[in-house]
């Protein structure tokens, strides 16, 4: 009869640990896109100064121990869409966010989604123990960011790529 108690406890460990890393897939249908998270992220609107002026950047934000998973997305001004090229605009986006986090561009390549432009790119803060790998997509005039970022480790692991290609655009 002692052991019943203790069988009871661990099962109770087991699904409330099951629970906390359960994926779901969150559906923005504001944002167009859809993305799986082992959580509930955070939602939140941050508005950052740029060399083009102000912009509101769309952010979900999920943390956990050794990892940081966000997506977001911002729109550009007709402007600035006129007065460059797709590419452009993605390696501008690019050399910005290395320029913003203070950090080595460790690799860049050329990717894309339904057809969308993107990039892909590993960067490394001079610390040495922070990584981002970010996506990039622009579709139309809007900028989608997907990222994962390691505090503590240098690879990334099959969740974290998980998240990464999860990532989909809403049919409109």
Not at 142 to 159: G, H
Request: proline share 3%; aromatic share 10%; charged share 25%.
């Amino acid at each position: 009869m002692k052991e019943r108690p203790l069988v009871i406890l661990f099962l109770l460990i087991v699904i409330a640990g099951c629970q906390r890393s359960a994926w779901r897939e969150f559906n923005l249908s504001e944002g167009g896109f859809s993305i799986l998270m082992p959580g509930k992220p955070s939602k939140q609107i941050v508005k950052t100064n740029s060399a083009i002026g102000p912009i509101d950047f769309f952010l979900l934000t999920l943390e956990q121990e050794d990892v940081v998973y966000m997506v977001g997305y911002s729109d550009y001004p007709d402007t600035f869409l006129q007065s460059n090229t797709q590419d452009s605009l993605l390696d501008i986006a690019c050399y910005g966010a290395v320029v913003n986090l203070k950090g080595n561009l460790v690799s860049r390549s050329v990717i894309s989604i339904n057809e969308h432009p993107g990039r892909e790119m590993k960067i490394e803060q001079a610390n040495g123990k922070t990584i981002y790998l970010t996506r990039l997509f622009l579709v139309g005039r809007r900028l989608y960011q997907v990222t994962v970022l390691t505090l503590k480790r240098k690879e990334i692991s099959n969740d974290d790529k998980k998240f990464l290609d999860s990532f989909t655009l809403l049919e409109k």
